[in-house]
T-cell receptor, first 114, second 116 residues
Framework: NAGVTQTPKFRVLKTGQSMTLLCAQD?????MYWYRQDPGMGLRLIHY???????AKGEVPDGYNVSRLKKQNFLLGLESAAPSQTSVYFC?????????????FGEGSRLTVL | AQKVTQAQTEISVVEKEDVTLDCVYE???????LFWYKQPPSGELVFLIR??????QNEISGRYSWNFQKSTSSFNFTITASQVVDSAVYFC?????????????FGKGTKLSVIP
């Protein structure tokens, strides 16, 4: 019973490098989200998707791109990493009910940009 | 604008003390939902409760209780007889309708340390 799985769990990048974080969920959820968590800032929404093939910007989308080619996967890309993107990234999903239910979170991915 | 304020950044209590975590929210929506999540030191986020804007009834679950007051736009969380396992960061969140789906905005969190 995997739930929401994020890979990789840890990554160190140099400024300017690119990388992709993968989020996979096995609960057949329509909605998926990417958040970042920084000390003293709580969780801030980067991008989200309300279904396969759709994406939308959240509160802090700059410097990130996303894709939802398959319903179960939601990819977060950094084209040219910057030290300001050092953070813990959380993926979350939920069913497409009309009432916002519980968000199911992954375990987080800690990214350090040097 | 939607906003959640958790004014308490860090709280320390001695085991068995009661503690209340404050949450104040701002929204223009008449229909909205409020949540509490727990993030223990291991890092995962654990759902604790959801409350909709039409239900102001307080809720109790074991040692946990929640006080929702629309008049003061508050959704406070009380832990009775705290235990070391309650040590965590607690987030209050507001779900509001935007761009065709509900979005969640989180407060900055309150770090609770329960000292044995």
């Amino acid at each position: 019973n995997a739930g929401v799985t994020q890979t990789p769990k840890f990554r160190v990048l140099k400024t300017g490098q690119s990388m992709t974080l993968l989020c996979a969920q096995d609960m057949n959820h329509e909605y998926m989200y990417w958040y970042r968590q920084d000390p003293g800032m709580g969780l801030r929404l980067i991008h989200y998707s309300v279904g396969e093939g759709t994406t939308a910007k959240g509160e802090v989308p700059d410097g990130y791109n996303v894709s939802r080619l398959k319903k179960q996967n939601f990819l977060l890309g950094l084209e040219s990493a910057a030290p300001s993107q050092t953070s813990v990234y959380f993926c979350a999903s939920r069913p497409s009910d009309t009432v916002p239910g519980e968000l199911f979170f992954g375990e987080g991915s800690r990214l350090t940009v040097l | 604008a939607q906003k959640v304020t958790q004014a308490q950044t860090e709280i320390s209590v001695v085991e068995k003390e009661d503690v209340t975590l404050d949450c104040v929210y701002e929204t223009r929506d008449t229909t909205y939902y409020l949540f509490w999540y727990k993030q223990p030191p291991s890092g995962e986020l654990v759902f604790l409760i959801r409350r909709n804007s039409f239900d102001e009834q307080n809720e109790i679950s074991g040692r946990y209780s929640w006080n929702f007051q629309k008049s003061t736009s508050s959704f406070n969380f009380t832990i009775t007889a705290s235990q070391v396992v309650d040590s965590a960061v607690y987030f209050c969140a507001l779900a509001y309708s935007g761009a065709g789906s509900y979005q969640l905005t989180f407060g900055k969190g309150t770090k609770l340390s329960v000292i044995p």
